[in-house]
């Protein structure tokens, strides 16, 4: 109920006196949201409203628009301090109608993060005086200790404080989960990742919405790919899960909000970054995987859940922390405890001079001028002797050619985010950003990268770029396959199919590392081990070259083609003989399977030699494509016997598979993954499949 009241008042006085109003928020993703429920508001009303955020996403022709006929200017501090107020010039008009700052979230800014925020703000209202504007302060908390001195400490003006609630509120049930004992010798515990994963399964199960919140991005990812494993096992329907964190990009981070909203999402996995009051439609359940580190942190993220009168149950899922475990010991503490305060800092001496630098760009000093309460003269004298600024009498320009906002950053010590650059099948898309102090840990070359739950490896580091070049990667690397023995072999329509003994060797492409106790993922790294060899039995079908050359026109084509068929044909062994994926393997090779791709789209397109390059088509080598499924244990767990004995059944059922998909081009249900911008008609990679499974079948 807080948006309404301040949205009301400012909405009124756009409309009736042409004020102007600027939202601060302090993440691009609560700037959104706003700005579509001003959107919602102004369309059933016919108010005539223009509101717009203005950010790093915002597109350049947008930008003069919004500055000269914005009413409602939705923004983050770091957009105010770097884009807006060292340009004021530009919003003369703006800030000249400015009447109200609204400053949601404001239990976020404490800390160094609150004390740059509270220099902000000076700066800011030093530039609306120079336009005449005397904005009113209206903020915005959830529970915290200490919320009218916090206010007051930010804007440094008196505030008066509204404490009682009236929104409405369902019933809320709370619990505290200590994962069962699994070694009373040693007093461990099971993760508290697998209990987390545990009840938002049952929770999903149920048809309750769910949010669960980990506290890293890597445990996003993998609690992600837990519940995805479960619930989007099947690619022709919508996915339930989704995960949601920093370092996604804008478009997905919009996307997943407004799938959120609508309610097409069963299970939300978050960092931090819905910890805030994001509208991400209704919710039943809350799981905290692991405490936040404050009471009212956990109160907060509790709180997403029951916001439309109905009942939630918030969970709070301890890890092997001490201090977990003493929460989950001790639920008096949690329950009595009341929430911290939020303290800051602002005339901190490298901050304040920071800002008093930047101030000086925007506007000259004179003497007698303050700072906030701080006399910023021994701070004009320093920037002197620098060289930046100029005395003349009783006022300081600036004079130095360097733009000081750029320079300094408003939540790290250092700025200029990575961005992560997926060169699978060689492309170069932008996949995600990560920020600079986190690049070191999470983008090392040979690490691995989560995206939606998808590992990428990272192959090149420019660390002067500010670049993470990445490839999508599996735990196998490659394959390779050579036939040791054939046992028998029948005719498959205009080709061949065989069951035999087959040599395979595979090469892993990383490992993972576990923290003891919490069973916590904190980090990857490269592999350096001989190749893991083994003897299994298979399956395998093949066409000769003349029946190659008279399907297809190129040998890509047909390489694409029996990348397609062994996808429908692993799909439906798996179901004629009930296996797990990791049972049952599938490989595309030449000839006796000397060079072999997994069929997928990272190996779609290509055949890859052992040592990593690529098959050239136009080698005068044997090319004979092969599809095979293979026993994925030393010496076979009994899968490709049945499977060679109805080997015929498995390619009619494919071929209904595939028949039967109404995709165009090739889906994951039914030849695997395709890349965008594929062929249409005769040329697609479902098209070329079907040509293949139909000669293997044919009478």
């Not at 003349?546 to 429908?568: I, K, M, P």
């Amino acid at each position: 109920g807080k948006t309404l009241c301040y949205t009301l008042p400012v909405v009124a006085a756009a409309l009736t006196q042409r004020s102007k109003a600027l939202y601060l928020f302090p993440t691009k993703a609560l700037a959104q949201d706003q700005v579509a429920e001003l959107l919602e508001l102004n369309q059933a009303g016919g108010l005539g409203l223009r509101a717009a955020t203005f950010d790093g996403d915002t597109p350049g022709d947008q930008r003069q628009a919004i500055r000269l006929g914005g009413d409602i200017v939705v923004t983050n501090p770091d957009m105010l301090h770097q884009g807006i107020l060292p340009h004021h010039t530009k919003w003369a008009q703006f800030f000249e109608n400015l009447r109200y700052v609204v400053i949601d979230e404001v239990h976020t800014y404490r800390g160094v993060f609150g004390s740059h925020l509270a220099n902000v703000l000076r700066r800011l209202k030093r530039v609306c005086a120079f336009y005449g504007a005397n904005p009113q302060f209206i903020l915005c908390s959830a529970t915290i200790g200490n919320p009218k001195a916090h206010a007051e400490a930010l804007i440094e003006r008196p505030v008066t404080a509204i404490t009682e609630s009236g929104a409405p509120a369902g019933e809320k049930h709370v619990l505290l989960w200590n994962p069962p004992v699994t070694n009373p010798d040693l007093g461990l515990r099971a993760s508290a990742r697998s209990q987390s994963t545990r009840i938002a399964r049952m929770a999903i199960k149920a048809g309750l919405k769910t949010l669960v919140f980990a506290q890293s991005r890597t445990m996003v990812e993998v609690l992600t790919k837990y519940l995805k494993d479960v619930f989007d096992h099947d690619p022709r329907k919508p996915a339930r899960i989704r995960a949601y964190r920093g370092g996604y990009l804008p478009t997905e981070r919009r996307d997943a909000e407004r799938a959120m909203r609508a309610g097409h999402i069963d299970g939300i996995v978050t960092t931090s970054a819905l910890e805030l009051g994001v509208d991400i439609g209704s919710l039943d359940v809350v799981v905290l995987n692991g405490y936040p580190g404050s009471i009212a942190a956990t109160w907060q993220r509790f709180g997403r859940a029951g916001r439309r009168q109905q009942p939630s149950v918030g969970v709070l899922v301890a890890s092997s922390d001490p201090l977990d475990q003493y929460i989950v010991r001790h639920p008096e503490f949690f329950s009595a405890a009341p929430p911290e305060h939020a303290r800051i800092a602002p005339d901190q001496p490298v901050i304040l001079l920071d800002h008093i630098r930047c101030a000086a760009f925007e506007l000259p000093f004179r003497a007698g001028d303050t700072f906030g309460p701080v006399d910023p003269g021994v701070y004009l004298e320093l920037l002197t002797e620098d060289g930046v600024l100029h005395r003349e009498g009783e006022r300081w320009d600036w004079i130095a050619d360097s733009y000081p906002a750029n320079a300094v950053s408003l939540r790290s010590v250092a700025d200029g985010n990575f961005v992560v650059v997926d060169r699978t099948d060689g492309r170069q898309v932008i996949i995600a950003e990560v920020d600079f102090s986190s690049a070191p840990l999470m983008l090392y070359e040979g690490a691995i990268h989560m995206v939606q739950s998808t590992p990428y490896q990272v192959e090149r580091l420019d660390w002067e770029g500010r670049k993470a070049y990445v490839t999508r990667t599996h735990v196998i690397d490659y394959t390779r396959l050579k036939v040791l023995e054939r046992f028998d072999g029948v005719v498959a329509g205009t080709g061949g199919s065989h069951h035999g003994e087959v040599h395979v060797v595979r090469r892993v492409a990383g490992y993972k590392k576990i923290r003891y106790y919490t069973h916590e993922n904190i980090g990857y790294g490269p592999v350096n081990l001989p190749d893991q060899e083994m003897h299994t039995t298979s399956v395998w079908w093949q066409l000769p070259p003349s029946v190659l050359e008279a399907l297809f026109t190129s040998r890509q084509d047909a390489l694409d083609g029996f990348l397609g068929a062994a996808h429908a044909l692993h799909v439906v062994a798996r179901i004629a003989v009930m296996a797990e994926a990791a049972d049952l393997q599938k490989a595309v090779g030449s000839g006796d399977g000397a060079w072999c791709a997994h069929a997928d789209a990272r190996g779609r397109g290509q055949l890859r030699r052992a040592e990593g390059g690529a098959l050239d088509p136009d080698e005068p080598d044997a090319f004979t494509p092969t599809v095979y499924l293979y026993d994925n244990y030393p010496g076979g767990v009994g899968l490709a016997e049945p499977l060679w004995q109805r080997q015929a059944e498995l390619i009619a059922r494919a071929i209904t598979l595939v028949d039967a998909c109404s995709c165009a081009a090739g889906c994951p249900a039914c030849v695997g993954p395709v890349l965008p911008g594929e062929p249409t008609g005769r040329d697609t990679p479902k098209a070329h499949a079907r040509r293949v499974l139909a000669a293997l079948g044919a009478a």
